[in-house]
């Protein structure tokens, strides 16, 4: 577990002056037994002294037996219309989205050459923004992958 807060001067150049308390806060939790299972959840949040704070959470599992990997997320992050590159006429300067994503997925461990492993997995993520956003991403928009993951071994 871990807690933090932090004062950051001045992070980003297209704000010069505009400081950020950041804090945040995360649990995770791994095991063994049948199987190799890892789980996080987190929270975040950045304050300004001129905007609202903006949150953003996380919950991430996986569970591995044998060759297989079976994984899924969650994310929730409120975005501002700078971050969205989106017409502060149309949405308000102050606008705040909130966005979220959900993916699920799983890899199967092909083989091995060396110490380096190549997998092959597949996922899926739906996403839920708010309604004002429909009209540039659609009502729920949904993407999927297909991926070769290959993990190098120890170099000696």
């Known amino acids: 577990m871990q807690v933090s807060h932090g004062f950051i001067k001045e992070p980003e150049q297209l704000h ?3 400081d950020v308390n950041r804090t945040t806060g995360s649990v995770s939790y791994s095991a063994k ?13 950045n304050k300004t002294k001129d905007h609202d704070a903006e949150h953003a959470v996380l919950l991430e599992g996986s569970y591995v ?15 501002s219309v700078e971050e969205l590159d989106l017409d502060e006429a149309k949405y ?7 966005v979220n994503a959900l993916t699920g997925g799983m890899a199967y461990e092909m083989f091995r050459w060396g110490q380096t492993r190549f997998s092959l997995g597949g996922q899926i993520s739906l996403f839920q923004a708010d309604d ?4 540039l991403y659609g009502a729920s928009p949904v993407s999927a992958q297909v991926y070769l993951r290959i993990f190098p071994g120890s170099i000696r």
């Open 132 to 135: 004002r956003l429909d009209e």
């Open 92 to 98: 308000g300067h102050d606008a705040i989205f909130p």
């Open 16 to 18: 010069p002056g505009e």
């Open 65 to 79: 037996k044998e060759r297989m990997t079976y994984y899924g997320r969650y994310e929730w992050v409120q975005k």
């Open 33 to 45: 037994g049948s199987g190799s299972t890892n789980v996080t959840a987190l929270w975040g949040m």
